[in-house]
């Protein structure tokens, strides 16, 4: 218990280590401004917003309830889930060949793809652009027309596609788009009142670059926009808090505040690992463990910790072994600087795991003290 006492006494002096880094990212121009919230299965530890929402000098400040552009964790936040719990309800099959659900990819070559490989990124596809007559039939041409590269299940290359075919199964298997579908299955039990795709209050939306334009409430990922603003790799618009919920939810199996939108059996699916490039990389269903994505992971998280990043400057790191997780969500400014941007997710997540996370042997005593 006394270990306990001193850790929590000890996270007021270390919090402004994390004010540094943000105020350091704004200052190089990394970003405008940002969200960082850090919690546990049970409460918010850490929230706090920095700067402003956009590079205009009049920009109006950062405040812990702007909304985000979260782009590619959509894949984990929408997705993901969906798919997931489709295959509990046994309504479709991780294990089904693609060809399936699109049988316009048969006899091209497909057939050994299964749903799980779209999800753990070792399809064999590759990205291909969009038609923006027909965006999400020119996604499948695509797919049925390309040569995979490498073996199906041991080849990972990171593409949109494999999510983007994602989506549209959602909607082939339950008749529903994928944004309908994420919302009554989790957005409304979990309580994410502002987490969904086409934003209705752009004026609190933090900006993303595009081009030469600054977009409000707009996907910044131009093939979704493409596709209508409702796509499996990119599109949904959330706050930090919200997101907080999501990863609340996970860490406790399944169930936040005794509404239960997963099985615990699914979570656990979900985040176990799958190995390819002979064991190098290491990724969940949709979710990132440990790949060249992986920076968001820290110095300080497990070996079971996993989450995703966002190319908007958002990203989030779960740890069910401290029950720990960090959510960053930035308005990113610089896009060349990778190595930049992916250095501050480390750090975020670094101290997180230090300031907050609670040991392994300590964590069940802790959440016995809370009560």
């Known amino acids: 218990m006394l270990v306990i006492l001193l850790a929590t006494a000890a996270r007021a002096a270390d919090q402004p280590r994390i004010d540094s880094l943000m105020n ?60 997931l719990k489709l295959a509990e309800e046994g309504r479709i099959s991780l294990l089904d060949p693609v060809t399936k659900w699109f049988p316009e990819l048969a006899g091209k070559g497909k057939d050994a793809i299964l749903v799980m490989n779209l999800l753990t990124h070792t399809s064999g596809l590759d990205d291909v652009p969009l038609a923006s007559a027909n965006p999400m039939q020119s996604a499948i041409e695509g797919a049925a027309a390309q040569k995979l590269k490498g073996e199906v299940g041991s080849r990972f290359r990171y593409a949109d596609l494999n999510f983007i075919l994602l989506a549209e199964l959602v909607r082939r298997a339950t008749g529903a788009p994928l944004d309908l579908y994420a919302q009554v299955s ?27 334009r600054v977009l409000f409430g707009e996907p910044q990922d131009y093939l979704c926009r493409q596709l209508g603003g409702v796509a499996g790799h990119a599109g949904l618009f959330a706050t930090a808090r919200d997101l907080s919920r999501f990863c609340r939810m996970m860490l406790a199996g399944g169930m936040l505040d005794g509404r239960r939108v997963l099985a615990k059996r699914t979570v656990e699916q979900m985040t176990a690992p799958y190995f390819s490039r002979g064991g190098t990389v290491v990724r969940g269903l949709g979710w990132d463990i440990s790949s060249p994505f992986s920076a968001p992971r820290g110095q300080g998280f497990s070996r079971v910790s996993f989450g995703h990043t966002g190319y908007s400057g958002t990203s989030i ?47 069940d005593m802790a959440r016995f003290n809370d009560e």
């Not at 929230?47 to 590619?72: H, L, N, Q």
């Not at 779960?318 to 930035?330: C, G, H, M, N, S």
């Not at 975020?348 to 040991?359: D, K, N």
């Open 24 to 83: 350091e990212a704004m200052a190089r121009n990394l970003i405008a401004g940002g969200v960082v919230l850090i919690g546990n299965r049970d409460k918010v530890l850490f929230e706090k917003a920095y700067g402003r929402i956009s590079p205009f000098p009049d920009a109006p400040p950062m405040v812990t309830d702007t909304i985000f552009d979260v782009a590619s964790l959509t894949k984990v936040i929408a997705t993901t889930p969906s798919i």
């Open 317 to 363: 790191w779960i740890d069910p072994a401290t029950d720990t997780f960090v959510i960053l969500l930035t308005s990113r400014l610089e896009y060349k600087k990778v190595h930049e941007i992916n250095k501050l997710r480390g750090d975020i997540s670094t101290l997180a795991a230090q300031i907050f996370g609670i040991p392994v042997e300590f964590g």
């Open 186 to 212: 989790f957005y409304r039990p979990l309580g994410m009142t502002d987490t969904a795709f086409h934003p209705k209050e752009a004026a609190r939306c933090s900006g993303t670059i595009s081009d030469d």
